[in-house]
């Protein structure tokens, strides 16, 4: 037999992009609960907002923060020290990102090397935040909290877009893109910090005698969710809120989901369990 982990991105998969909401998701987050199928939420928003939603859906799995940039381990799951983790009660933390401050130094460097405004969310009130998101203000002052990912807004020719990259690049960090924002970062993604979580995963089965592989399921809908959708066993993309798929993610063997957001979400969760 096999055992299952099941990796999700949250906004505009796991959360309905306009409303926030996982109700259309309920029927196969409660299969997934009922199978003791561990479930985590691998996003780029702040640990500060991903908390909140943990106990809204009654979550005690790992978490996955700010596109990879950490991840967050129960302290009582695994019967093993983690390496690199440092002790963030009620967590322990490995932290493959950098810090939030160097972030938005290289962004105002590249602001001025390219003559043109790179607007971060630390930059923007959070009136604008709420503006740009669509977020209530509880929920964009949690958004503000960052500790490893810089989002920015970019507009412009796709010179102008291409050179902003090739600049980051050269700076030896990444960027990626959400569904609305890029985002620069540290030299991190997020399957990266998913493959780091499977290996704790696999270390544990082993320390308990048990020989059963593990399958690893990845769901999210845009590009930043690739490096995740590329590194799973099963890859599911949901449908964008104009129906669409995103264009830019090829993986070998990707599910596409019939539905927009939590409802393909719910689709493809339930059809993947069923088929076992």
Known sequence: MTQLIVYTDLDGCLLDSNTFSYESAAPALEALRSQRIPLVLVSSKTRAEIEPLRQRLSHHDPFIVENGAAVFVPRSLFDFPLERARVRTPYNV?????PYSILR???????????TPLRGFGDLSVDEVMQVTGLGRQDALLAKQREYDEPYLLEGPTALIEEVCRQIVVRGLRWTKGGRFFHLTGDNNKGQAAALLLRCYQRQRLLQGDSD??????IGDSVNDAPLLAVVDHPILVQKPDGSYDPDIHIPGMIRASGIGPIGWNHAVQELLASR
């Open 94 to 98: 490995i932290e493959l990102g950098l």
């Open 105 to 115: 130094d290289v962004l105002k460097q590249i602001e001025k090397s390219v003559a």
């Open 213 to 218: 592989r593990i399958e690893t399921v990845g």
